[in-house]
């Protein structure tokens, strides 16, 4: 089982850029696995951001497409995901995770990220 | 991309059953056996618990059980136990330009 940890700043300015890290333990992210961010706002559902393979290969949730980069630190065994351009509907509860073979198997606990003046 | 529906809530007694359903499309839930289950403590790491449509991992009691027909896919928890109060979501796989879509949630509730 691998230990995901989500880190980085919990406010963020409406217009700025959300970014976060998420640092790998107990396996290495060179493993055969697509590593995933997903969100959760305030009193909904969970959303799929998108995901990055070690090669660097990335796809991405078609509705944030345009604002999403998903990166990958091989030296640090981490992986990181920044978003252009936030609004006020980018508050969540974003959440790193390991996916590969159509699931989702290991998560990290979660950090809150609020947009806000 | 919409969210696959499902009921906000769900509730039973010690020892009952609950059955969850997840709603999607053919595009997603209906077209692939990809559909997974994950049971969220509030302030936890949600944890996978059905995956594939059927299969439960590893450690994951037979109480819990997974089955799909049609466009519909359902999560039954048997023999309910104070712990399995949570929220539960379900996940399709929905093909290469939209890839993954999460359920809306359930709300289960131990009475």
């Known amino acids: 089982q691998v230990q995901l940890q989500e880190s980085g700043p919990g406010l963020v300015k409406p217009s700025g850029t959300l970014s976060l890290t998420c640092a790998v333990s107990?396996?290495?992210?060179?493993?055969?696995?697509?590593w995933t961010w997903v969100r959760q706002p305030p009193e909904k559902g969970l959303e799929w951001i998108g995901e990055i393979y070690h090669s660097g290969s990335t796809n991405y949730n078609p509705s944030l497409k345009s604002r999403v980069t998903i990166s990958v630190d091989k030296s640090k065994n981490q992986f990181s995901l920044k978003l252009i351009s936030v609004t006020a509907a980018d508050t969540a509860v974003y959440y790193c995770?390991?996916?590969?073979?159509?699931?989702?198997?290991?998560w990290g606990q979660g950090t809150l990220v609020t947009v806000s003046s | 991309q919409s969210a696959l529906t499902q009921p906000p809530s769900a509730s039973g007694s010690p020892g009952q059953s609950v059955t969850i359903s997840c709603t999607g499309t053919?595009?997603?839930?209906?077209?692939?056996?990809?559909v997974s289950w994950y049971q969220h403590h509030p302030g936890k790491a949600p944890k996978l618990i059905i995956y594939?449509?059927?299969k439960r991992p590893s450690g994951v009691p037979d109480r819990f059980s997974g089955s799909k027909s049609g466009n519909t896919a359902s999560l039954t928890v048997s023999g309910l136990q104070t712990e399995d109060e949570a929220d539960y979501y379900c996940?399709?796989?929905?093909?290469?330009?939209?890839?993954?879509?999460f359920g809306t949630g359930t709300k289960v509730t131990v009475l």
């Open positions: 996940s399709s796989y929905a093909g290469g330009n939209n890839f993954y879509v």
């Open positions: 594939e449509v059927s």
């Open positions: 995770a390991r996916g590969g073979g159509y699931l989702f198997d290991d």
């Open positions: 107990g396996g290495s992210i060179s493993d055969n696995n697509w």
């Open positions: 053919s595009s997603d839930v209906g077209g692939y056996i990809f």
